[in-house]
């Protein structure tokens, strides 16, 4: 399975709309190169970019879904989109789409941990609740977004649900990179999984982004890897590499569950 993560550059003084129809047109540009392309989060306006949110907003089926569902169609290929603000019932959400080769809507994840801690995404957004899986030919792809990356748990459950590759879309600051490349790796090594994760590039609300968009393989080894402006990075991923990782190292098998609660005397 060919894959291509579309790192983009979020520059504040691209309109919006302007940037959809380039991401649109990046995506075609993939057609007969990938079967799954990879675009970052909330890259309609860029993830620190606060201020904008509730005026970017979108419902399901919104400027952004459709121009995206689109792109996949004229592409033929299968479309991790990234995320953009979805407004639904008075609530914003940190949504991705995953997208058919025929513009479908295959799956939508609402990002379950907020970042920001009391300020930004975190007060002004509502959390998802369910772990999401795509069964993509020959390959189950779970998703996660950004700042889930910290949360292993979210992992080891998409695993349980079939996973055997992670799509990760991120907006990471370039302030915490060595953190960005060091998690991506470790949830390929402890899950046994690909991991893709498309970063953004640029900076927008005064926040460096780090690129470096990454694709790690089932044991760990950096399959790909972009540098830090706008890139388009490619990988071949083997999804018979998960079958035999787990296999030949079975470690999976070895989980003691519920160890980690704690007891009470
Ligand atoms: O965890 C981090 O360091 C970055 C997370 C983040 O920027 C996000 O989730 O939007």
């Known amino acids: 399975m060919r894959a291509s993560l579309i790192q983009i550059a979020v520059d504040p003084d691209e309109p919006v709309d302007a940037r959809r129809t380039r991401v649109g047109r990046l995506v075609r540009e993939e057609s007969g190169r990938a079967d799954l392309v990879v675009l970052p989060e909330l890259w309609p306006m860029g993830a620190f970019a606060y201020e904008s949110f509730a005026a970017e907003a979108e419902p399901l089926n919104g400027p952004t879904h459709r121009a995206m569902a689109a792109a996949a169609r004229d592409a033929g290929v299968w479309l991790h989109a990234g995320s953009f603000v979805e407004a639904e019932g008075g609530a914003l959400y940190n949504t991705s789409l995953v997208l058919s080769p025929d513009g479908e809507l295959a799956a939508s994840y609402r990002k379950i941990h907020r970042f920001g801690f009391d300020k930004g995404e975190a007060v002004m957004m509502a959390a998802g ?127 003691v569950l519920g160890v980690a609660t704690p007891k009470r005397g």
Do not use: M
């Open 129 to 255: 609740e369910d772990l999401v899986t795509v069964d993509l030919p020959h390959l189950t792809v779970g998703v996660g977004t950004c700042y889930d990356l910290r949360f292993p748990e979210l992992f080891r459950g998409l695993v349980d649900a079939g996973a055997q590759a992670f799509v990760v879309p991120a907006g990471w600051p370039a302030r915490r990179r060595a953190h960005w490349s060091l998690l991506a790796r470790a949830r390929a090594v402890e899950n046994q999984a690909y991991v893709l994760a498309c970063g953004t590039a640029g900076t927008h609300a005064g926040v460096e982004q780090a690129g470096h968009s990454i694709v790690v393989d089932p044991w760990g080894e950096t399959l790909a890897e972009a540098g830090p402006d706008e890139e388009i990075l490619r990988a071949v991923l083997d999804p018979a590499k998960v079958t035999t990782t787990r296999e030949q190292f079975p470690a999976l098998k070895d989980r």
